[in-house]
């Protein structure tokens, strides 16, 4: 039985019942022991009472924190005051012991920059144990959100021969020799060679062909691992992360807004409701803000303002930032946590940026020097979202492509669905870890992904 299941069924009281884990703890004297005992399906463990003496001592000596056993017995009212119940052992199987002189994991205590050194056995502490678990069930969420509201799942590919953003932050992916390549006569590399006949890279995000399927199905969803080159040290970035981006027909730039903020309160909410005790175990550990912070965005409505009113609001702040704020820059975090904690004390929509600092595909607006882009705001995260409305019009996308000078080539399809039954139409980007870090109330991106991969760091 699963330690979750368990400890949900009082009726279970007097029957034989068999649980696999790994010992959390283990107390007592040399003739009774009392082993906390956890198999990850709860934060909660159950505590198997073991007569010492009933078992040989070999087999005891092993049984410490960290190793895998078995144990069966009977359930019984706990006269602790920890627990309500327990198991009175009669059987027990060591399948793994854990050496006490060199497993990393002792009691508690450990800090979470130790712990990244460690990640193939961070996930048995409580705090990785319940960021693990949000982190499904939010997973789980945005399925079932976008399923309840007739979104289909299109599955973008992961190797593409585009640059989404158009900002150049790609991994190569290659199959030449490093050393030695093809070139061609000027001396570069001849990539009609390569496994696929041009130069290929990880997806930055998988928009452009989600747009292409919005244009086909009206509503659709990717969500899927995307790769970023840059080289941000930071707590809010990785170099692979994963994003769920939403691509609606029909929809404009209110609407998208519209299901960005009913999406993230859903998701919320859905933590809320269903990961109570591991938000509760995180919101004693790390934070004591954390379940009044979460309730707080179901509670507001987003404030929706423009980029040319958050410039301003942040000019009349008197607030000395790192980053000086005038109209053409882009936002930092410093300054959109600004707007967010203190300025308006709620998420807020920031609209209509500069186009120069948004990507080429975002609708441009009549007045010739914004462009239809949204970011949502969140508190302690800065940017959750990033979207827009897509320029729909032929003729605007090509000239903006020129503009740039991006590949127009290598976006033939992308323009062509522009030439053919174009529809105006929207979506947006979710950084999958940041809404976990926002809900979590962890402090470090690294923190919220099993397996973080960063500049300089790709073990595990
Ligand atoms: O703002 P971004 O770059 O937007 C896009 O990629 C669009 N194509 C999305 C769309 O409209 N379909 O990224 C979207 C979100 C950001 O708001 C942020 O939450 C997250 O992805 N993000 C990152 N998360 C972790 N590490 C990084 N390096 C991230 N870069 C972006
Ligand atoms: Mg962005």
Redesign the pocket.
Known sequence: MRIKELLKSNAAIGTKVEVKGWVRTKRGNKNINFVALNDGSTIHTIQAVIDASAFPEDLMKQVTTGACIAVKGILVQSPGKEQSIEIQAEGLVVYGSANPDTYPLQKKGHSLEFLREIAHLRPRTNTFGAVLRIRHALAFAIHKYFNDNGFFYLHTPIITGSD??G?GEMFRVTTLDAKNPPLLGDGSVNFSEDFFGKQTNLT?????E?ELGALALSRIY?FGP?F?A?N?NTP??????W?I???MAFYEIKDNMDLAEDFLKYLIRYALDNCRDDLEFLRKMYDEELIARLSFILENRFERITYTKAVEDLEKSGENFEFPVKWGVDLQTEHERYLVEKFYAKPVIVTDYPKAIK?F?MKQNEDGRTVRGM??LFPK?G??????Q?EEDYEKLKMRIRELQLPEKDLWWYLETRLFGTAPHS?????????VLFVTGMGN?RDVIPFPRAPKNAEF
């Open positions: 989404a953003e900002a930055v995000s998988g928009q452009l989600g990717t995307t970023r840059e941000s809010r970035h990785l170099a692979e992360f994003m981006e939403p691509e990507a595909y970011d949502v995260i940017e959750i979202i990033g979207g827009s897509r979506g947006f980007g979710l950084g999958f870890e940041r809404l991106i």
